[in-house]
């Protein structure tokens, strides 16, 4: 039996100490434990890679906490539309759904798609359609309603501001307070197979059918044995711009960076020279790991069979 190791994020951003109550914090170390111990319990039982990120993702959809599942962010129009994406490094499997409305737990929708139909990436009211079909678990609008979410997005809801203009100084405001707060989790189980999932609600304010990098595979989620699974979370249009969670695998395979050096790569020069803000969490077929971010904050949190376990906030 070889090493095994889960990595988890809730999202990534201007996540300051001063901004932060005591009682916040201890919220949010709860929430990544309880979320890094149920995928770990999966790996310690020789339960597969892809098993135990949904275990660990489904937890923080279902924590109002993250911008994934339940907490999702308002849309322009005040409903919540949600994005999420897992792939399978062992055979390049992937399933992803955007613009999903009403399942209580995205992932698991994806994961549907991935295992139980013929195609990669549903959208929108046929995504929901499938979902109705295949049985999934749906929740009412209610359900997706908090008052910090609405309270964020009332603030905005009647200008632009949900534009990714980066020289829209409302917007940046909007960023630098109201964080990212996507989920994600990565993981190399014992028999050294990778998988990677990503779920979120997006930007708050988004309009037009808007779709970040969470669900575009090779964007915000990828996975392959012969290199990493990643894990993306931050300014989802720069992600998909930089292919980034592909470019780190790439750098990998043809270029023979270790896991740490290709993150370092992606996030610290190359997603920031178009201005992107944002982290990745990554393993590597070897249960090494990786987390990395340009920004202020990443809620993340790692457990591996060497017996290190650490959830942390801030850089
Ligand atoms: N990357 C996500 C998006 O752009 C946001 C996030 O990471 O919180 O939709």
Redesign the pocket.
């Known amino acids: 039996m070889k090493n095994f190791s889960i990595v988890i994020h809730g999202?990534?951003?201007t996540i300051l100490k001063e901004d932060m109550s005591p009682e916040l914090e201890s919220a949010y170390f709860k929430a990544l434990q309880a979320s890094l111990d149920a995928g770990f319990a999966v790996l310690e039982k020789g339960g597969t890679a892809v098993n135990a990120i949904k275990a660990s993702i489904v937890i923080l959809e279902d924590n109002v906490l993250f911008?994934a599942g339940r907490g999702a962010v308002f849309t322009k129009k005040g409903v919540q539309e949600m994005?999420a994406a897992i792939m399978d490094g062992s055979d390049l499997s992937a399933g992803a759904v955007a613009s999903v409305r009403n399942v209580r737990n995205p992932i698991v929708l994806a994961n549907e798609v991935m295992r139980n139909s013929n195609h990669v990436f549903l959208s929108g009211k046929g995504a929901n359609d499938f979902a109705i079909k295949q049985g999934i678990k749906l929740e009412p609008d209610e359900y997706f309603y908090s008052a910090f979410r609405y309270d964020q997005w009332k603030a905005i809801r009647d200008s632009d501001n949900y534009s990714l203009d980066h020289t829209n100084h409302h917007l940046e405001e909007l960023l630098r307070d109201k964080?990212?707060?996507?989920v994600g989790a990565v993981a190399c189980d014992a028999d050294g197979n990778l998988a990677a999932a990503?779920s979120?609600?997006?930007?708050t304010n988004?309009k037009y059918g808007r779709?970040?990098?969470?669900p575009v595979i090779g964007c915000?989620t990828y996975a392959n044995n012969k290199t990493c699974a990643i894990s993306?979370?931050?300014?989802?249009?720069m992600?998909i711009r930089t292919v980034a969670a592909y470019d780190v695998s790439c750098l990998m395979e043809y270029k023979n960076f270790t896991l740490q050096q290709a993150m370092d790569e992606v996030v610290n020069k190359k997603l920031l020279n178009i201005g992107g803000e944002?982290g990745m969490i990554g393993v590597d077929a070897n249960a090494n790991h990786a987390m990395v971010l340009n920004s202020a904050g990443m809620y993340r949190g790692i457990k591996n069979s060497k017996g290190f376990s650490e959830v942390s906030i801030y850089k």
């Open positions: 999202g990534a951003g911008n994005d964080k990212f707060g996507t990503t979120t609600g997006g930007m988004k779709i970040g990098d969470s915000g993306c979370t931050g300014h989802g249009e992600f944002g």
